[in-house]
């Protein structure tokens, strides 16, 4: 599903403040794979994300998403294969907007079939029928502005809505950082299902070890842009929090 060949970024290259973000990445990550990333503050976790949504050109290597090469390809044009949510819930929402306004502007940003439906019974109907499987009971309240729901609240829809449209992956960077534990589990647990139930390839970055060792079916650790550990799901499932603990130390 997704294949990084040799990437490197650099950043401010040739300047006295370069740093190279990624070093020769190779992996290979195949349809339902949901592969968790873990690394210092620093590592490249962010960088290789963004090299995947296409925030930038890498400075070499290759990227191909589902048989196609992106490589060159601007972020717009890698959104039907992309889906994204970022570690601050403020960032995916409109506050001033009521949900079902938020999931109608999601629609026009992706450029999906719902564009055209975005007024239309169906199109609500089915923005509830989502909404419902939150368990928050947010499916009655489509009509309020979004700033006055909670940070969990908000984070739960931004992930409902990154998954409306067609696009089969999903790249979360952080997304319960900015949460309370309650907010963070029902988040993380939305964000599986959601997963599992659209059969979607998934990344999660994330300094929880509980999540990284609850979650996902991978494991990659990252130091200093490289790839320093990239386990398996039989091995993942033997780890603990402590085995992961022991990697940073
Ligand atoms: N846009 C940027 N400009 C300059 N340096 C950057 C930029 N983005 C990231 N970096 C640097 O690249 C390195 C990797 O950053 P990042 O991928 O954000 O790490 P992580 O997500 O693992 O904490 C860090 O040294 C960071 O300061
Ligand atoms: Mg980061």
Excluded at 91 to 104: E, K, V
Excluded at 158 to 177: G, H, R, Y
Excluded at 224 to 248: A, H, Q, R, S
Aim: one cysteine or more; hydrophobic letters at 40%; aromatic letters at 6%.
């Amino acid at each position: 599903m997704i294949e990084v060949n040799n990437i490197s970024k650099t950043f401010n290259k040739g300047e006295a403040t370069a740093v190279k973000a990624l070093s020769n990445i190779y992996i290979d990550i195949n349809a339902n794979e949901f592969v968790v990333i873990v690394g210092s503050n620093g590592s490249g976790k962010s960088t290789l994300l963004n090299s995947i949504a296409g925030s930038f050109i890498c400075d070499e290597g290759t990227i191909i998403i589902d048989g196609s090469d992106v490589t060159k390809l601007q972020d717009y044009q890698r959104t039907k294969w992309l889906s994204r949510v970022f570690q601050n819930p403020l960032q995916g929402t409109a506050p001033a907007l009521s949900i079902i306004d938020n999931f109608r502007l999601a629609a026009l940003r992706t450029q999906s079939k719902s564009m055209k439906i975005g007024v239309s019974d169906t199109f609500i109907s089915k923005v509830k029928d989502r909404i419902a499987t939150l368990d928050m009971g947010l499916e009655d309240k489509i009509n309020q502005p979004v700033g006055s729901l909670s940070g969990g609240q908000r984070q739960a829809l931004t992930l409902l809505m990154s998954v409306m449209d067609e696009s089969k992956i999903l790249l979360l960077d952080e997304p319960t950082a900015a949460l309370d534990p309650k907010s963070a589990a029902t988040v993380m647990l939305t964000a599986d299902k959601l997963i599992k139930q659209l059969n979607l390839t998934a990344i999660l970055v994330t300094h929880n070890l509980k999540e990284a060792i609850s979650f996902g079916n991978r494991i990659i650790q990252m130091s200093e842009g490289t790839i320093i550990k990239d386990l398996k799901k039989e091995v993942k499932e033997k780890l603990g929090v402590n085995d992961i603990f022991e990697w940073f130390q």
